[in-house]
């Protein structure tokens, strides 16, 4: 029974599923206590610094993170080091070429940006994106050697940290934002500190740079960074298309509820699919490409048999969720914009269970080296999304209507995915649903053994 438990807790999937479980406990809890902390107005403003600073931050790490990955995958150690190496510089120069750009916007445009409510943003971003170099540089070291111990253990300390802060400041405090602002930055280079003084950010290692590796991570992230800034589009675009629109910001705070609610539902999905690409990329490095589509199968499987269960929980506690998180002010129909948070969220249900294909779809091409398809797939799917937001909201000025937008351009993207990957690997879609089946049945399988061995 001890060499079971043992061994489940130290597998990967589990520490990944651990970890990203701790990182959004830790952050929809501290969302909680800021929407509680804050008028709707001034907690609007987070909402637009934290969605830009995301934003950019995918530009940041978009260029290497996903190659990272895919070429740790299956080098020696020489050449992991290069790799590492390149890494660490690509992130350097594009951290200080963002920051430089980033700051001469704010002195060239300071009004109309003051206006548009993304001053925090302009201010403050460029040392947040200093502070937090090392902590999201070890970060993708550690996902692509799979050390999901440690990745679940320095998670915990950013994100538990930062709601420490914010619950001692609930209960005893009331700091301002800017106030807010610097203990999140006091807290990614805590983080960060941590991350240099154990030797886990790998920035010691750019002088181990050579021109081939980073070329290679730039050829490989050419695709990858717009596909990943395409992809966080895809979650910011609503929030920036209605900051910019006369619903206004008290409109942005509301859509966050329900926004922040979908990533409870991307929990799971975001552990298997850390865990899922070294297998595919390694695999298809190795030339085996029935490992490959089996992979693909049973993760794709699995994920969606999942998802329709949590898809369901959501639906029919979607009230609930949104009094936990928001507060009974974001309950029913807001006076102000007349939207209500609740309909917002059973939308959001049908669009989880999209999920597992559209993100499955992804990093399948990214692993068999077609990143260029993965890029044309989530071109399609922004672009799908920014006409729907904009109809919603200048035509039918509805965030309900938003929600459904999601829905749309999640299927055009599973269908365009599904397409790309089928040409690669010869897909059968009966497969997907079989092997997720045949997953779930060799988890009872080998519960139910080690129940009658412990008997």
């Given at each position: 029974m001890k060499k079971t438990v043992h061994k489940i807790i130290h597998e990967a999937n589990f520490l990944s599923l651990l970890s990203n479980i701790t990182n959004a406990f830790f952050g929809i809890a501290g969302f909680a206590i800021l929407?509680?902390?804050?008028?709707i107005d001034i907690f609007g403003q987070w909402v637009l610094y934290i969605t830009a600073a995301n934003f950019m931050d995918m530009f940041r790490f978009g260029i290497t993170n996903t190659a990272v990955v895919r070429y740790l995958s299956g080098v020696d150690h020489d050449e992991r080091i290069r790799f590492?190496?390149?890494?660490?510089?690509?992130?350097?120069?594009?951290?200080?070429?963002?920051?430089?750009?980033?700051?001469?916007?704010?002195?060239?445009?300071?009004?109309?940006?003051?206006?548009?409510?993304?001053?925090?943003?302009?201010v403050w971003y460029p040392l947040l994106a200093f502070f937090t170099l090392p902590f999201n540089t070890a970060l993708v070291v550690m996902?692509?050697?799979q050390k999901f111990?440690?990745?679940?253990?320095?998670?915990?300390?950013?994100?538990?940290?930062?709601?420490?802060?914010?619950?001692?400041?609930?209960?005893?405090?009331?700091?301002?934002?800017?106030?807010?602002?610097?203990?999140?930055?006091?807290?990614?280079?805590?983080?960060?500190?941590?991350?240099?003084?154990?030797?886990?950010d790998g920035l010691r290692y750019m002088m181990k740079a050579t021109r081939r590796t980073t070329r290679e991570l730039l050829n490989f992230g050419k695709y990858t960074t717009f596909t990943i800034i395409g992809?966080?589009?895809?979650?910011?675009?609503?929030?920036?298309?209605?900051?910019?629109?006369?619903?206004?910001?008290?409109?942005?705070?509301?859509?966050?509820?329900?926004?922040?609610?979908?990533?409870?539902?991307?929990?799971?999905?975001?552990?298997?699919?850390?865990?899922?690409?070294?297998?595919?990329s390694k695999a298809s490095i190795q030339g085996k490409v029935d490992e490959v589509r089996e992979l693909f199968y049973s993760y794709s499987g699995a994920m969606t048999y999942l998802f329709i269960l949590i898809s369901l929980v959501t639906f029919i506690f979607a009230e609930l969720f949104v009094?936990?998180?928001?507060?009974?002010?974001?309950?029913?129909?807001?006076?102000?914009t007349g939207f209500n948070a609740t309909t917002i969220v059973r939308i959001f249900a049908f669009y989880g269970l999209l999920l597992p294909l559209d993100r499955m779809t992804g990093i399948g091409l990214e692993s068999v080296n077609r990143p260029d398809r993965n890029l044309t797939k989530v071109g399609y799917m922004v672009l799908?999304?920014?006409?729907?937001?904009?109809?919603?909201?200048?035509?039918?000025?509805s965030l309900a209507i938003i929600a459904i937008a999601s829905i749309v351009f999640t299927a055009i993207?599973?269908?365009?995915?599904?397409?790309?990957?089928?040409?690669?690997?010869?897909?059968?879609?009966?497969?997907?649903?079989?092997?997720?089946?045949?997953?779930?049945?060799?988890?009872?399988?080998?519960?139910?053994?080690?129940?009658?061995l412990r008997n």
């Open positions: 929407t509680r902390s804050f008028p590492i190496g390149s890494n660490g510089l690509i992130g350097l120069v594009a951290t200080t070429c963002i920051a430089v750009l980033v700051w001469a916007c704010q002195l060239l445009f300071s009004e109309p940006i003051s206006n548009a409510g993304y001053q925090l943003f302009f996902q692509a050697d111990g440690k990745l679940l253990w320095i998670k915990a300390v950013n994100s538990g940290g930062f709601f420490l802060l914010l619950l001692i400041n609930f209960l005893f405090f009331n700091m301002t934002l800017m106030q807010l602002i610097w203990v999140q930055l006091g807290i990614n280079l805590l983080t960060s500190a941590i991350c240099v003084f154990n030797g886990w992809t966080n589009l895809l979650r910011s675009a609503d929030t920036l298309i209605i900051s910019l629109s006369p619903l206004g910001t008290a409109a942005v705070a509301l859509y966050s509820i329900p926004l922040k609610l979908t990533e409870l539902q991307q929990i799971p999905l975001r552990s298997f699919a850390a865990t899922a690409f070294p297998k595919l009094m936990i998180l928001g507060g009974s002010q974001y309950l029913g129909t807001d006076p102000v799908a999304n920014v006409i729907g937001d904009l109809i919603a909201v200048f035509i039918f000025k993207g599973v269908w365009i995915g599904y397409y790309f990957l089928d040409k690669e690997l010869s897909l059968s879609h009966r497969k997907v649903f079989s092997s997720g089946l045949d997953f779930y049945r060799t988890m009872y399988l080998k519960f139910r053994n080690t129940k009658l």
